[in-house]
């Protein structure tokens, strides 16, 4: 645990970065972000499972990253009234939204529709990845 805070400690303590990157600074709304992005991770790896073993095991690491960032800020959320079960939803939530437009992106028969996918895909793991130090 001590690992996670020093990274907690680093990603918070670079504030410019993170204003610029658009990460919330209430317990709760970092909370969120960070199940989402966990979420959104966990569907990656999943897909790419079927596709590319080297692929899923970065978009591992990225998953783990943020249930790590996740589980670092989750004591200050539910201190701040978060809901026990919130945090867990919104990952569950994430997973699904992603895992269906990966589905759609690599499966859809209609080229436009694909494409929408795929290019709604990236842009919700960029939004993650952007928040990642070094990234």
Excluded at 8 to 25: D, E, R
Excluded at 37 to 58: I, Q, T
């Amino acid at each position: 645990m001590g690992n996670v805070r020093i990274t907690i400690f680093l990603f918070l303590a670079l504030g410019g970065h993170a204003q610029a990157a658009g990460v919330p600074t209430l317990p709760v709304d970092q909370a969120r972000v960070f199940a989402t992005c966990a979420g959104r991770f966990s569907a990656l790896v999943s897909h790419n499972y079927l596709f590319d073993g080297a692929a899923a095991e970065a978009a591992e690491a990225r998953r783990d990253g943020f249930a790590d960032l996740l589980d670092a800020t989750l004591p200050d959320a539910l201190d701040a009234g978060l809901p026990e079960t919130q945090a867990m939803a919104w990952r569950v939530e994430a997973k699904a939204a992603q895992a269906y437009l990966l589905s759609r992106a690599t499966f859809h028969e209609d080229t436009r529709a694909a494409e929408a996918a795929e290019k709604a895909a990236k842009q919700a793991l960029t939004s993650c990845e952007m928040l990642l130090l070094g990234a």
